[in-house]
């Protein structure tokens, strides 16, 4: 690239040897779940395993008042809790503990009766008072406590620590609220990254001059639910009028059911560069194909094999357990390949998930499907993709922005065990976000 001469004043950063590399870009994350995560209890696997363990834990948090919410629960801890399970260990305190899908939210009595209080508005449907189970209804939960976005600050310097200088925030509630907030966040320099911003069809009415150059409007999040599937034609015009407001469309896809779904309808309506799949956890061999010949984009989260992999091998058929997120076999039949942390609901650490995508092992060390695993090349490419074209690889080039990470080594010691730690320095375009230089 060239010798630079120094300017006045200007940082000279000594790199010792270490390897300057393209930022890292996180292309399906959710910002304001992972800054309410910092205020949250854990409540499932690795922390707590087992019945005992979440009842002492709920019951060490009695003293107060407040709202205690809890995160990450999972079936294998206790089963299907409900509010009744909840009362005996946590009774006078209100307590929401959400299901690690993030679809679920388990309320006690105290909680319930807090949300009952003076709701003159019509009653969610995905709310079972009796059992304390409420499914698929976080607007109405926020709007119900008031609840105000959390500040960004903390979770943007340690995405800035991993080397994380760019984020796609694929929250299926964004809209105009939300896209102001992350704005304002930006302009307080507490959200330093860059940002596309997925969501709501109602997106496509905002003017992105509104934002500059630091937020832009991203593709119509499409949230499938195999136990409850939207109509086939209604979902067809959805991604017809997403396509006309110059917008692709991103499909969560975690069945093998929900997959075919999409697959069904991006070919009904047509499908345009930019589509994407998120997560595409269960693919089988024969859906390799069409996700190929429709030229979709696939962001997927290889760090579940290492925090859900044991859960994953208990509870999946073997015949599901080839599929079960494919790295390798994406790129094999020239599909498009893109990853994401999917934090709060993954741990925020890219580098994790990059070194579960060369290993493909659980948290106890068991191997899954290692003919889907990846060179450290390839899984570092994951997150080097632009943010509005997450498969086209960002490269150190001269005129490109500057979006750098530095590391205190050289890639060749580097690619033996893929660490943030590594990471010493981060720039967004040229601005120095997070230094811990020597």
Sequence with gaps: ???????????????????????????????????????????????????????????????????????????????????????????DRPVRIQHRSGRLWIINSKGLEILRSGS?????????????????????????????????????????????????DMTPRNDQFIANYLSSQQQQNKLLQDIVIAGRPSLSRLEGSLYGNRLKIGPTKIHLHEAKLPDFYEVCRL?????????????????????????????????VKGDRIEHASIVPGNLLKSLSELNLLVVTQPNFILERGDQYLADLSHEDLPGLYRCRGFLDHGIELAGGTDAPFGNADPWRAMQAAVSRQSYNSRTINTSEALTPEQAISLFLGELDNPGHQRKLETGELAHMCLLNCNWRKARQNLNANQVIATWRAGVLIHNSVN
């Design 120 to 168: 003159k508005e019509a009653q969610p449907s995905g709310m079972s008072w009796d059992k304390g189970q409420l499914y698929d209804e976080d607007l109405w939960l926020h709007q119900r406590l008031a609840a105000c976005p959390p500040d960004l600050s903390q979770i943007s310097r340690d995405l800035a620590r991993f080397g994380v200088a760019l984020v796609t």
């Design 239 to 271: 991604i017809i009028e997403s396509h006309c407001e110059s917008r692709p469309v991103a499909f969560h896809c975690v069945t093998e059911t929900e997959l075919v779904f999409a697959l069904a309808a991006i070919s009904e309506a047509g499908p």
């Design 1 to 91: 690239m060239g010798t630079l001469p120094r300017l006045d004043r200007e940082e000279v950063i000594d790199a010792r040897g270490g390897s300057l590399l393209p930022s890292l870009a996180d292309h399906h994350i959710h910002l304001l779940a992972l800054a309410a995560r910092s205020a949250s209890i854990v409540c499932g696997p690795p922390e707590i395993n087992t019945e005992t363990a979440l009842a002492h834990l709920l019951e060490q948090q009695s003293a107060g008042t407040t709202w205690i919410r809890g995160v990450g629960y999972h079936e294998s801890v206790a089963g299907i809790i409900d509010r009744h399970w909840l009362d005996q260990h946590l009774p």
